[in-house]
């Protein structure tokens, strides 16, 4: 009667065994390399999801702190693009307040030369290009079609001696066929500045990605009390 003999305690693994193992462990890392594929993918967005939301914050909140002290001079409607122009309380006398001879606020702005009476900053909305849903390929605001049409620009502020900044690098939108027009996809209209009952909004739509890359549009909004709010 044939008896198979016993495994010797220290013998090796079968090629097949080998082989199976190897398998198996080749499916761990690979596991493991996706899981932190994602990982790095999921952090690395959030980082650039957080960089772009502390710009667009910072912008809109810049704005407001300039503008609530200030006085209005203009405020641009459709058809053209939005512009807001504005004065603010300064020392152009030197005298250590910002008051004139009759207690008098003394307006203007802050200019290369220092304070200028009279002068004042303008906040534009500057495009360099435009966004074509149906071009694209892309449905830019979600809202379920690729009918829609966007300028795409930044918000500069000059002054009336020639300063100029712009606020970052953000790529804020605006509706191409109207100014004022729809961004997010609600049916509402989207004005970047409005004013009402002394009390100005600032509501700016920036391009930005979701984890996939896609596009989508965020959404940046300040409402600023106005100290001066007449024209």
């Known amino acids: 009667m044939n008896k198979t003999a016993p495994r010797p305690q220290n ?74 122009e504005f004065q603010t309380p300064v020392d152009w006398d030197l005298d250590g307040d910002r008051l004139d001879d009759n207690n008098l606020i003394e307006w203007g702005c802050d200019e290369e030369v220092g304070p200028v009476l009279g002068s004042s900053i303008t906040y534009a909305f500057e495009p360099y290009g435009q966004l074509a849903e149906l071009v694209d390929g892309v449905d830019y605001n979600g809202d379920g079609d690729r009918a829609d049409l966007f300028r795409i620009g930044r918000i500069i502020r000059t002054t009336t001696g020639g300063r100029r900044i712009s606020f970052g690098d953000l790529d804020v939108l605006l509706n191409r066929l109207e100014p004022d027009g729809d961004i997010d996809g609600d049916g509402e209209d989207d004005p970047l500045f409005v004013l009402d009952n002394g009390s100005l909004m600032i509501r700016a739509f920036a391009l930005n990605q979701n984890v996939d890359g896609q596009p989508r549009i965020e959404t940046f909004t300040s409402q600023v009390n106005l100290r001066n709010p007449q024209f």
């Open 11 to 84: 013998a090796g693994y079968t090629m097949i065994e080998l082989a199976i193992v190897g398998a198996i462990f080749s499916l761990v890392l690979f596991v493991l390399a996706g899981m932190f594929t994602t990982g790095d993918a999921t952090a690395s967005y959030l980082a650039t999801t957080a960089v772009h939301q502390g710009r667009g914050r910072s912008m809109i909140e810049s704005m407001g702190r300039e503008i609530q002290g200030s006085r209005l001079i203009d405020l641009a409607l459709p058809p053209d693009l939005p512009s807001l």
